[in-house]
């Protein structure tokens, strides 16, 4: 079992950056793909980063590549995404989740354990 705790969201101006974290509790942790997925309203959830247990790894959604980064740090239990030139479209409320098989990492579905989600807002 692993609870994800997600911090850092908040209004910004377009161009701006912002810096989610996700606080996992639970020694498992370090085992586990981490990912980063968004929900626009009236939109289905996507995708955006995901990163390997060991952190050697990344993936992102092709909308943010060259301006995200996903990071992680298992002695701290936390994972990272760096948001650099903000997009009013990149607003959404933004999940941390835990994938603990062997699935897609760019499949929302394969995802088993969610935070409850932080609102980024991006104004134009």
């Known amino acids: 079992q692993v609870q994800l705790v997600e911090s850092g969201g908040g209004l910004v101006q377009a161009g701006g950056s912002l810096r989610l974290s996700c606080a996992a509790s639970g020694r498992t942790f370090r085992s586990y793909a981490m990912g980063w997925l968004r929900q626009a309203p009236g939109k289905e959830r996507e995708f955006v980063a995901a990163v390997s247990w060991s952190g050697g790894s990344t993936y992102y959604a092709d909308s943010v590549k060259g301006r995200f980064t996903i990071s992680r740090d298992n002695a701290k239990n936390t994972v990272y995404l760096q948001m650099n030139s903000l997009k009013p479209e990149d607003t959404a409320v933004y999940y941390c989740?835990?994938?603990?098989?062997?699935?897609?990492?760019?499949?929302?579905?394969?995802?088993?354990?969610w935070g409850q989600g932080t609102q980024v807002t991006v104004s134009s």
């Open positions: 989740a835990a994938l603990t098989g062997s699935g897609s990492y760019y499949s929302t579905g394969e995802y088993d354990y």
